[in-house]
């Protein structure tokens, strides 16, 4: 019990113009399976990530959308969206691949302050 | 000349430098600078006004794997990695705004 | 009309490079020439041919190869960004005393006039980065 | 003659925290040698990249200010400064390391739209 | 918490979210961050708002490069390495707003 | 107190290799351990042995390896970023079919495994990236 820590992800950028946010994934999947305290934690530029819809055979780059969908599946059902980030780009909970916990930057601050560890990418 | 931006305007101040110091031509944004040309966006009115001087392009295959090729806003024209070409090749001269 | 491409980021973590990867390919398929790929900065990491990218996944040294060989282009390494960042090809190897060397395919070593030159001598230059 | 160009190198990032400044400075070195019409735009960020007084030793990073100064040797003496990015940063021209032409981001843009060959890092 | 931040607040967001979203402790300015706290810039009132919530670290060695060691702005401490790791080690957690 | 460290970028590019390091001799100095440093994205490309970098600028790899081994550190390069970036050692270059080696002295190839251990047994973790 006393090796069980509380990790967040914060992403905050967006998807396939840099690897981050398919390396952060692989991270995930990993604290997972150590079966820690695993959260999400997606802002700015990073709620992009969970936007519906990536279809990446124009770029010819591996899409990951699903990877989000599979994270279920690992017992990783805390993620969490930033509300302000969605709204500056005329986004809503409807236009994720994933349900998600909407809350305001401050109520977001607060689930930061209680992790142990918190990594970016 | 041609303006070329692959950063999100809400990250970064490539596009709104771009915008404030170009005197006309075309801007393209490919990359994670087409997220500049999605409905909605708190950038739209700065890329709205910036239409005036400037001709706005977005690469299709960066909108598709981003997800937002259905949300385009008005008044920019969607172009393929050939259309990019062609860009190039009608104007005199490009700049990558990195 | 005879373009040049600038490339200054490495494979997989920035998307310039695959940008100017299909850039190329789309210039080639317009029936223009293309003059010189030039890599710099962290673009001097897509001349590796040690990368073992996941089998799911494009492999971006090897489409870079295969696409110099098929159009014969001229891909060039900047031999000091290349130094910096451990690309080495027989002769980087002898010069710095290096045990072993990884530069790809179709690629080759050389200066920053190379660069500069491809801007004298090419109609456009497009510049994939950061 | 009709081989020499108009070669801008437009300069938009700060110094230290990535290497592009200091690469950047490097092609301009050689674009001067192959005798070409070399000029550098500092807009943005990149206009840190002059400011004097850079002390590299306590992050061990080779310092390259004094390489701006050498620019004149290689008869590279057109360096134009955006304004309104200098008075963003509370920058003044003496606050410069090097003699440059500061103008307005409209200036700026003019003699972009001049130039043959526009590289950026 | 203590909130790592290493980009100019005149080229990106992250300083901007960090100020936003934090709930207290401390901000410590790495790199490139280190602009944040020059006299003059104009972030400068952005920054001023925030210290009533966060105490507001600058890294020595990077101010010193940079050339802006002499116009760091009221209210910031500098700090070097071995500082850097003491507020490591004072609070609990740390972020790195990348 | 136990630290860990994150690099995600790689050498000369960004500064976050150069301040990873800064402060991992500063934790030390301040009597603290390091309990690994883990090597991620372009941060892998910390660990090649090939860089030549000019004369009167730092040797970053090379002053890795020497912290390393002056003080035993535990530095982990992340196999599936090093596999896309071409950073290999002898296992991987068999495992592969690769027909050389770059893995400089004092750093060691594996899994992301060893981030989350990091993160679980060190009090404090502090990233470096861009």
Redesign the interface.
Known sequence: MS?I?K?MF?N?????????AL?SL??VL??A??E?DVSLAF???GV?QI?????????????F?KTYGALEDYDVTKLYV?A?SLA????TADDLTVPVEVMS??E???M??E??????? | MLNIVNKSPLERNALQSCIETGTGGAILLIEDGVYAVARGNSFEPTLKAAMGKFKVYALAPDLEARGIADRVMDGVTAVDYGGFVDLVAEYKSSQSWL | MKFSILVNEGPYTHQASDSAYQFAKAVLAKGHEIFRIFFYHDGVNNATRLTTPPQDDRNIVNRWSKLGEEHKLDMVVCVAAAQRRGIVDDGEAKRNGKDATNLAAGFRISGLGQLIEAGIQSDRIVVFGD
């Not at chain 1, 936007?51 to 899409?63: A, L, N, R, Y």
């Open positions: 090796d820590k990790f914060v905050r950028k967006a998807p396939y113009g840099t690897i981050y390396e692989e991270v990993i604290a399976a150590f820690q802002m700015d530029d992009y936007k519906k819809g990536h279809q990446t055979k124009g770029i010819e780059v591996k899409g959308e930033d302000e500056a780009r005329g986004l930057r401050a977001l601050g607060k930061m302050e992790q142990d560890v918190l990594l970016s990418f």
